[in-house]
């Protein structure tokens, strides 16, 4: 250990080199890091959402979509607005359906674009519709939609945040330091490590916003963490040595207490890749990166700074401004032996608690687009599409199914072939014959009908010849489904058709939307909101129906999504709780080679996680089913270097003091700084996060702000209890301990 400290001060001139050329690298590599706002993209591997998703992109070339309601408009007005849309640049089609879509001087207009939904050229149309509508009271909703405002949102959140956590950083830090030059160099060092974990996202391809913001809290917080440790160790040292010496001397002692830090977070983060969710891979990986650059900038960076800036440290040394909390620290370990029993059962409450939250599982969701979509609702209902693919060809089957359906109380209306009328009596789907397509004509009022009735009986003759090769059938006998019927006429005759075109132009559109080269598809509209107990349950039902339809079928929507990531949420609860357990308590485990103080340790923070989760048990209001994932993996990895800080400082002191009690007191004090700064900073970025920033980010953000607050108070408050408490245990589940008894017996059996 000496030979590297040793090793790493003396190359403090390369170390910077290399730090500057990586981080100027890194800065240049930000420019080509896309990041994604469509949440949908991470459905989990194999599931309904993805696998539809996958499939309606091939099949029918989906491009982005929106939906607008424009309120206070004539019907007259309406109309012209939506040829005008339909004319704006990155607009494919704007369709009103005056029948359904107008209502109490409302239209709600469906926008098909020309780029695909998070594209730089949806955004921009978008934006371009935006604009052209802001003279009207008009209101966006939609995936194309959710993606823009997502990304405007966030951008807005980011500038807010971050003023909010700067603020903190300089607040925390300028209370919590020695000397005001401090602050400089755990600015650079935390600025290195940002930009280094950010500039290689590029690994990626593509990072999610959600990841990106969080990954810049967690790293603000335990790059300072860790330097905060190595800053106060190479002050002590700088008393009684030179710089290059102390910064060594530091470095020894404080790598042990970082290094453990720094594996148990990694270690709950990497838990984040067992999850099926593959946001939690790309989480997982990119928030474990920013640990280990923040690792490396206080290793290797941070020393050669302290050594160039010892004399400027020294020179603008302050007074103290944090309190000496010794005093504090011997009241409240009075109390021990009643505050460990108090913790423990309100752990065991709070844990029982987890067991009927209620949790959200709708990753998706931008402010602006929540307020749209429920004044939407006000006026048409909720519309929350559900998208069914199934194999191509079956009309009667497709009829079916649409029949089932429709038959739930929850869905509005439906969309596809087989539920397409041309006349009040006849679908697309259906077949007819000659004299069934000679009445068809009549009812669908073309011009000319004795005319185009011949017409229809040859082309339908016609196609019949193409399909067989032969004529010989009596055309009574023949039938063909409509729309293929009015597809040939389409094609074959269309200079018959004068103004009627238009009509079947519509029809033949209809097909292209709801029919691709094998498989189709049918829309249908759930009246309820896309993660409630009804569309989920329906999506349960529908799979078990569909079995009976179909060997192969595919579903998509909101509510799909949030089904398959309800499914998928236990099992990977399970694993990353699992493994996240295990990898810490065998970290903790060669850390203080004690068998006992690894738990006392998990337990201290596990009762933090739950008593944080109990929060939204006691005010009936629902968890992200992503924050809870993420902020247990971050509380428990990233907290607990708390507990080690206190715990490594406590057996230090027990060489020093005899009274137990005193030196627990006095470890206290000595680690407040370092638990305060770190804590506070989590805390306040967490809030700040749940504060200003939307959908999932700020639902995170409020569990990151409580799960850093609750893990700061128990390690204070009550972890030294608790070790005080089981100190004589713990002293006999040393392995030092246990190897020493094992040696007398067997010198005694050997006697």
Known sequence: MKKFTEFVVKNKWVFIGVFAALAIAATVMLFFNPIIYDLTVFAPKNSNTDKSLELMKEQFDDKGSAIVMVKNISLERAEELAEELSEIDGVAAAVLDATNNYKSNCALYNIMLEDYDSTDGANKTIKTLIEYLSGEEAYFSGQSAMSYYTRLETVESIIKIGAVIAVAIMAMLLFTSQTYFELLIMLIVFAVSIVLNMGTNFVFGGISYVSNLVALVLQLALSIDYSVILLHRF????????????????????????????????????????????????????????IVASLLSVLFLMPALLVIMANPLVKSRHKRFVPDITKAAKVILKGRKVIMPAFLILTVLAGAGQFYN???????????????????????????????????????????????????????????IASIKVTDNLYLSDKVSAGEIIRLVYEMGFDQSGLMATVFVNAIFETHRKQTGSTNIPLSDYKMTVVDFLEAVYNDYYDYLGENAAQLELLIAARKNFEGERYSRIIFNINSDVESPESLELIGELEDELKQFYPEFYLAGESVACYDMAVAFPKDNLKVSLFTTIFVLIILLFNFRNFLFPIILMTAIQGGIWINFAIPFVSGSPVSFIGYLLICGIQMGATIDYGIVLASRYNSEKLNYADRAEAMAVAENAVFPTIITSGSILTIAGFAMGILGAGVVGKMGLLLGGGALSSVLIVLLVLPSMLLVLDKISDKAGLAYIKEKIAQKRKKNNA
């Open 235 to 290: 002050m002590e040292e700088y008393e009684i040595d030179d710089a290059e010496t102390a910064a060594a001397t530091a470095l020894a002692k404080g790598i042990p207490e970082i290094l453990s830090s720094s594996l148990t977070t990694i270690a709950g983060l990497f838990a984040l890749i067992l999850m099926t969710l593959p946001i939690g891979a790309e989480m997982g990986l990119s928030l474990a990166k920013g």
């Open 358 to 416: 209620q949790y959200s599982y709708n990753i998706n969701g931008a402010a602006r687009i929540i307020n749209s979509n429920n004044k939407i609702a006000e006026v048409f209902g909720v519309q929350n599409s559900l998208v069914v693919v199934v194999p191509k060809g079956d009309y009667n089957k497709e009829k079916e199914l649409i029949d089932f359906v429709m038959g739930k109380e929850i869905i509005n209306n439906v969309n596809g």
